[in-house]
């Protein structure tokens, strides 16, 4: 496909954070009106979406009042970013504002690219299986801040990564994948659970990659199972620790209420169990608990058993998306929808259409909804694959329907034609792009000026195109980055 319109934000994980106020009740004749009961505090475990600048966790604002850390180390509040996973004690404002009086974000892996298997919607690092689906945000890390929208197709063996998510008996359910800069990162982080820990050796294994932590500060007590946050660089195949801390920040209380986000695995109907994350969810106790399988997103609510930390009673189940859909991905494109037919399964955004099947992820609000719940004019961001073509389409792997200043923002994407150095314009996908006396520039890991961009024939380069629209096929730059050199 030439050229593709983008959204400004990538689709971010769905997650439902409800907590009700209680009401007191009242007597009759001169009894005291109603007063709302104190929310309860509640351990969360949860999925970061909005933007970075305002960040939500079920649409509701999330405010982090206190320390802020990454991995139990201190870090700032730009490290709340769409997609990736937050923990902590929550409660409810009157206001819906949701606030953490101290929150850490959880990184699963942090290091270079082994293995992409586009097809199969999955990378390796550090020896750890990555899963991507239609719900991973997939970026790059931009000198402005602002980060750029990448596919799986766009990612490179060695490029270094930073992994959020969830484990899982198959390996990481990312639900966000950052690539950093070159040289951004010297050392490495693995986040997992101990196995064949060897105290003579003073080596361990998380997953499928050895550690070896003979030279390694230790916090905390090194046993097997024990969940442990690594630090240190690769020598050869090993990961050689400068750093191992057990993670305390995994470790709810017995009986405390909690609520968890995250993906369905080794679903046992007649037991009625699963497993999210690392932990074992009971929903016996669920009154009309809904229909479940493996890969659907759901939010928990529940309390920890009284004796078993890893074992959570569940006592409502959500179900935010019935399935993780397709990370096989090679593009996006975003805009109003002009035409949709849920007979044929077709859509069209702009001048470009796109089939679509029951596997496509469909949401509004990070709340799954139909197809039939889509209408002509919503601004909508699709995910598509080119390499599972019909009738000369590309596949819909996700449809998100925008809203609020989402729905107002334009971007398109592709390669560079008609190249104007002399007017400061080129076209994309059929659309103009002008830009003004404040467009910045910049390429994947550092910004330019307008000479260093307009100075260079770019015919035929990649770009990505962030800004305003002015007529059906203008854009005014704000922002425009090349995605190849």
């Known amino acids: 496909m030439d050229a593709k319109i983008l959204s400004c934000r990538t689709i971010t994980a769905a997650l ?37 600048a305002a960040p939500t ?73 990555v899963k991507v689906d239609a719900l991973t945000e ?87 199972d024990a969940p442990v946050e690594v630090v240190g660089s690769v020598t050869g195949t090993t990961l050689s620790a400068t750093e191992v801390s057990v993670d305390s920040q995994d470790a709810e209380a017995n009986n405390e209420d909690v609520e968890f986000d995250g993906m369905v ?21 669920v009154m009309n608990a809904p229909s479940l399988s ?3 997103e759901v939010t928990v609510q529940g309390a920890v058993d009284a004796t078993n930390a890893s074992l ?22 975003a805009g ?14 702009g001048d470009t259409s796109f089939w679509f099947d029951n596997m496509t992820v469909i949401a509004k609000n990070d709340s799954q909804i139909m197809a039939t719940d889509i209408m002509v004019g919503d601004v909508v961001q699709v995910k598509f694959d080119d390499t599972k073509p019909m009738g000369g389409l590309s596949y819909a792997t996700a449809i998100e329907v925008e809203t609020g200043a989402s729905a107002t923002n334009n971007a398109v994407e592709g390669t560079i034609k008609s190249f104007n150095a002399g007017a400061n314009t080129f076209v994309v996908g059929g659309v103009t792009v002008q830009v003004t006396s404040t467009t910045t520039y910049e390429t994947l890991d550092k910004m330019i000026t307008q000479a260093d961009f307009f100075g260079t024939d770019r015919t035929g ?18 922002r425009i980055e090349l995605k190849s050199h």
């Open 16 to 52: 439902t954070l409800a907590c009700s106020l209680a009401l007191t009740a009242c007597g009759g004749g001169g009894g005291s009106a109603p007063q709302p009961v104190k929310a309860k505090a509640k351990r969360v475990v949860a999925v970061i979406h909005g933007t970075a």
């Open 57 to 129: 966790l079920a649409g509701k604002p999330l405010v982090v009042s206190g320390p802020l850390t990454a991995n139990g180390k201190a870090v700032a509040a730009s490290a709340i970013q769409p997609g990736k996973v937050i923990r902590g004690r929550a409660t409810v404002a009157a206001s819906g504002s949701i606030t953490m009086a101290s929150a850490d974000v959880k990184i699963e892996v942090l290091g270079p690219i082994q293995m992409i298997d586009i097809a199969g919607g999955t990378i390796q690092v550090l020896s750890q299986m």
């Open 138 to 224: 997939i970026v790059q890390a931009a000198p402005d801040g602002m980060p750029t929208s990448l596919t799986l197709k766009e990612l490179a063996v060695n490029d270094v990564v930073e992994v959020s998510g969830f484990e899982s008996a198959n390996g990481i359910l990312a639900t966000r994948i950052e690539r950093l800069p070159a040289g951004a990162s010297s050392e490495f982080q693995l986040s997992g659970a101990i196995a064949s820990l060897d105290t003579t050796k003073s080596t361990f294994m998380i997953g499928a990659q050895l550690v070896d932590y003979s030279h390694a500060t230790i916090h905390g007590t090194l046993a097997n």
């Open 265 to 285: 695995s080794a679903l046992d109907t007649m037991a009625k169990t699963f497993k999210l994350g690392d932990k074992t969810i009971d929903y016996s106790a």
């Open 294 to 296: 493996n890969g659907a």
């Open 312 to 333: 959570v009673h569940a006592t409502d189940i959500t179900i935010e998306q019935s399935h993780d859909g397709s990370g096989s991905a090679d593009g996006e494109v």
């Open 336 to 349: 109003k929808v002009t035409a949709i037919d849920t007979t044929k399964n077709l859509i069209t955004v």
């Open 461 to 478: 380069q990649l770009v990505i195109v962030g800004g305003t629209e002015t007529s059906s096929n203008t854009i005014a730059a704000t």
